[in-house]
Each structure stands twice: as structure tokens, then as C-alpha cells.
């Protein structure tokens, strides 16, 4: 079994900044595609960015130029950097990792429990 942790989240005023972290953990053999999501109230979980295990990076374009998604692969742990934050940042953040678990011959998405980010005065 994999478990992922989230941290680093909390209330922030606008224009601020946050860092979250997730580490993985468990029956692993290679950790791929990492990411992060976010889910406000009333709206679908929607992706903000992913990172590659050879550190290729995707955003969703309301946080380009604001967050940057990096990892550290021996860690198996991502971070997102979330700088000038915004009210409609405010979400639940979740993170997401394809793992690969010893003797196994697929990948399986795992999923953190999310850490709430509140960007309000």
C-alpha cells in the first residue's frame, strides 16, 4: 500500500504565498507523473500542475508565472510554490501520484486526503 501526506496549507491574505509538500510512501518501486489538484466549493477537482520523474512541468494557465511544481525524486515528495496568491485560489489541494509498487506490472494513481488553502483579508 502508498500513502500520500499533504502539508503546508493554511490561510493566507491575498497577494501572499504558500508551499506545499506531499511525500509518498510505502510499497514503492518507481513513483512517475506527479501533481497537484485543487477543488473549490461547488466546482469539479480540476488539475493545477504535474511534474515528470525527468522534471518536465505542465500548469493550468490561471497559475502560470505564479506557482512552480518541483520534486525531489529520492524523497518521493512534490511541492508547489504558490506565489501571489488570489481569493479563487481557495480550494482543497490534492496531490496525485502514478506509482509503481514492487512485483506489480502496472501503475496505480494514489491520492493525499488534501490540505484546505484559503486566500482571504
Known sequence: QVQLVESGGGLVQ???????SCVASGSIFRVNVMGWYRQAPGKERELVAVITSGGSTNYVDSVKGRFTISRDNAKN????????????????????AGVWSPGTRYETPYWGQGTQVTVSS
Request: hydrophobic letters at 30%; one cysteine or more.
Open 14 to 20: 491575498p497577494g501572499g504565498s504558500l508551499r506545499l
Open 77 to 96: 515528495t512534490v511541492y508547489l510554490q504558490m506565489n501571489s496568491l488570489k481569493p479563487e485560489d481557495t480550494a482543497v489541494y490534492y496531490c496525485n
